[in-house]
């Protein structure tokens, strides 16, 4: 088993292996350590967007129209339904929800591009653009975005500790969390990010992010935190296996253990069975 220097030693001797004259050696060492497995910072409370306040008190800056639609989705959640949220159907969780820590995950760091990979197959990978490149024109937008980021050595000793990230085009509807806080569906909402590890805890890394969407009054500012896990353990999580919930004709019904269909909702009427012969 390779411990992590010996690794790095191994990752650095591979920028030597370029063959032409003007090829640069890529030093990995100015890159900081944000290796192994994150979590959210336990706080008592479920994944949400701002981990400072209870989920059904984030005070989202939601505009009157947005305002009404949450509270019927906090509604529908307190009968017994979903609300707004889609995430119950296995549909992505999107940008910047899959970054509340509902998922395990892993940062993987190259020069050109740093990907963040989740555990949970509803959190899809992000792919954080380094290279200098800008955002591209007339592309289909997608549930988590696109990202471009920039590295910083902010304290001036010649290796980068933080990451600016901002992220566009990402595809709605969607929402911020599981009350079913609305996004705006013109997909033009735009999130800032700010990574950089706690200077007197590195095993918490710090996420400043504030998200401006069509949907809010003024943007939304927020620090999220996660810890560097110390037992590793990746497992499969996946949406579809575990999932008892079928939705026809916009209402979600739920099949039992014993494979039959059951109300979600107290006094919920049963779905149109016109294309069966039901006995009488």
């Known amino acids: 088993m390779l411990d992590r220097s010996s690794f790095a030693a191994i990752a650095l001797a591979a920028g ?3 063959t032409t004259a003007d090829a640069q050696v890529i030093d990995l060492g100015k890159y ?3 290796s192994t497995q994150w979590n959210r910072v336990p706080d008592g409370g479920v994944p949400r967007y701002d981990p400072s306040k209870p989920i059904y008190k984030q005070e989202a ?5 947005y305002q009404a639609a949450w509270e019927a989705s906090v509604k529908d959640i307190q009968a017994g339904g979903f609300g707004l949220d889609t995430h119950y159907a296995c549909m992505p969780m999107a940008m910047p929800r899959q970054m509340s820590g509902i998922s395990l995950m892993e940062f993987v760091i190259t020069p050109d591009v740093t990907r963040i990979i989740y555990e949970d197959s509803t959190a ?3 792919r954080i653009y380094t290279d200098g490149r800008d ?5 289909e937008p997608t549930f988590t975005g696109y990202s471009i980021g920039k590295w910083l050595d902010t304290d001036g000793d010649g290796r980068f500790d933080t990451l600016e990230v901002e992220t566009r085009n990402i595809r709605g509807p969607r929402q911020y969390d599981q009350t079913g806080i609305p996004s705006a569906d013109d997909n033009e909402a735009v999130i800032k990010e700010r990574l950089y590890l706690d200077k007197a805890n590195k095993d918490i890394l710090l996420n400043e992010m504030t998200t401006t969407d069509n949907a809010f009054t003024r943007p939304w500012s927020v620090l999220k935190k996660y810890r560097r896990q110390k037992d590793v353990r990746w497992e499969e999580n996946n949406c579809v296996e575990s999932n008892a919930y079928i939705t ?6 739920f099949v039992s253990h014993d494979g039959h269909l059951m109300p979600q909702k ?3 009427a049963p779905p149109d069975l016109r294309y069966f012969n039901v006995k009488k």
């Open 32 to 34: 900081p350590d944000w």
């Open 16 to 18: 030597f292996w370029a």
């Open 124 to 126: 899809q990978t992000r």
């Open 135 to 139: 955002f591209p024109k007339a592309r």
């Open 61 to 65: 800056p939601l505009k009157p129209e």
């Open 248 to 253: 026809i004709n916009k209402e979600v019904y």
């Open 266 to 268: 107290k006094d919920q």
